[in-house]
């Protein structure tokens, strides 16, 4: 599995960024992808996660209103549109992925536990900065 995110960079309180992450090394839909965060000095926290099965997504109370995850199977391509920034949002974002077991859990359920506790494959960051 590899993992290419991009779209990070500069950006006043109130701006827009999108970034994307290219997703490669499934075979099938029973993956997740999410977007992890890091700001210096702070642990690492689960922004935004997606399923391939069925678009289930999760997202941490600190965005929920102003992110939204989606994915393009076709460019196998998952994108956090990031708006109303805050400078509180500036950190190195990572995508990751995993897969996501078959079985009678619901796919909310798999993206949650695993957009809280991290997922196997990670891409390298990107710095987000938004300046007050």
């Known amino acids: 599995v590899q993992l290419q995110a991009s779209g990070g960079g500069l950006v006043q309180a109130g701006g827009s960024l999108r970034l994307s992450c290219a997703a490669s090394?499934?075979?099938?839909?029973?993956?997740?992808i999410g977007w992890f965060r890091q700001a210096p000095g702070k642990g690492r926290e689960g922004v935004s996660c997606?399923?391939?099965?069925?678009?289930?997504?999760y997202y941490a109370d600190s965005v929920k209103g102003r992110f939204t995850v989606s994915s393009d199977a076709a460019k196998n391509t998952v994108y956090l549109q990031m708006n109303s920034l805050k400078p509180e949002d500036t950190a190195v974002y990572y995508c990751?992925?995993?897969?996501?077991?078959?079985?009678?859990?619901?796919?909310?359920?798999?993206?949650?536990?695993?957009?809280?506790?991290?997922?196997?494959?990670w891409g390298k960051g990107t710095q987000v900065t938004v300046s007050s």
């Open positions: 990751a992925a995993d897969f996501l077991q078959r079985g009678p859990i619901p796919s909310y359920t798999l993206v949650t536990r695993l957009c809280y506790y991290g997922m196997d494959y």
């Open positions: 997606i399923s391939g099965r069925d678009g289930s997504t």
């Open positions: 090394g499934f075979t099938s839909d029973d993956y997740a």
